[in-house]
């Protein structure tokens, strides 16, 4: 009696590239809507998870379907727009915001469900009631060997949005306590980010401007800013991210996503200003591409600094 052959790595590889191919074709995920709706495959899943639970925060969103911080705050920033969503705060938690369906939404995953029934329904029916036996078997396996991990490898622990009430309270306290507490500037610094925040909300043009707040775990841990300089020029200002959640590459993340904004609004140039004593953000300047343009020496914030300017050709 002869053994089963044994495929290679190479041939196990191939054969798990070719079952995605499979069954994104069967479902139709290549589609530009799903079920013949306006929403991608990751919107769908989006609005059925919102759907089925009650109490969803937008971490907990990142964790379970393993997305992009910056693409699922622009996914929900979209549903925002349309009217599927809204945000409400937990009775438990006051810092966390709970995603919920409006009406519309409602609506919008109430279609989906009954066609994605509807279409699973009729391709079940096409086979033998054994064979949908052993496809339903055969599912399970699948999904218990690959389930075993309990965090996907792609799932980030902090979630980007734009600015609320309140927030800008964050940014500047924690400018005020980080950079007196890890170079010794005195409250002019608070002073001049306090001033920054003003202006930006006393001016903000949303079409050319923009905020991202970062939470984890219900809290506020990092911000950046675009700014408008003027119809070609924005400026990047006040980055930070606090401590705790440094190491995830939440920094570069924050660049990029100012990055990508800026070039989708229409500027030719991002500019930054900061000073040579915070090497870490001036590492996440250099590795996406900025160009140090200018140094220049003096006296702020109770220290002797090297004051720096860098650009980015967009």
Avoid at 64 to 80: K, V
Avoid at 213 to 220: D, L, P, Q, S, Y
Avoid at 257 to 269: A, D, L, M, Q, V
Wanted: charged fraction near 25%; aromatic fraction near 10%.
């Amino acid at each position: 009696m002869q053994g089963v052959a044994v495929l290679s790595n190479e041939e196990r590889i191939n054969a798990v590239r070719h079952f995605n191919r499979f069954m994104t074709r069967q479902i139709g995920a290549l589609r530009e809507g799903l079920l013949h709706s306006p929403y991608s495959l990751t919107e769908s899943r989006i609005l059925f998870e919102i759907a089925n639970n009650d109490n969803l925060t937008a971490s907990k969103l990142i964790h379970e379907l393993g997305l992009d911080a910056g693409y699922l705050s622009r996914i929900l920033a979209r549903f925002e727009e349309k009217g599927l969503i809204y945000k409400e705060r937990s009775a438990a938690d006051a810092r966390q915001r709970i995603l919920k369906l409006t009406p519309e939404g409602a609506k919008a995953f109430s279609q989906l469900n009954e066609r994605s029934y509807n279409e699973i329904a009729e391709l079940l029916g096409e086979l033998p009631e054994s064979e949908q036996e052993q496809l339903v078997n055969a599912m399970k396996t699948v999904e218990g060997l690959l389930g075993k991990k309990e965090s996907l490898k792609y799932s980030g622990p902090y979630f980007l949005r734009q600015h609320e009430p309140g927030d800008m309270g964050w940014v500047v306290r924690q400018h005020g306590i980080s950079y007196s507490k890890e170079y010794g500037w005195d409250e002019s610094f608070e002073a001049l980010v306090s001033q920054i925040a003003a202006d930006f909300i006393n001016n903000f043009n949303p079409k050319r401007e923009r905020c991202w707040i970062a939470e984890m775990n219900g809290e506020i841990v990092g911000s950046i800013f675009v700014v408008e300089g003027d119809e070609y020029m924005a400026k990047l200002r006040l980055l930070i991210v606090d401590p705790k959640a440094r190491g995830l590459g939440l920094g570069s993340q924050l660049v990029e996503e100012c990055i990508n904004f800026s070039r989708r609004t229409g500027y030719k140039k991002l500019v930054l200003w900061t000073n040579s004593v915070l090497k870490e953000a001036r590492h996440i300047y250099q590795k996406k591409g900025f160009k140090l343009v200018n140094e220049e020496k003096h006296h702020s914030f109770g220290q002797d600094l090297i004051g720096e300017t860098w650009e980015l050709s967009l």
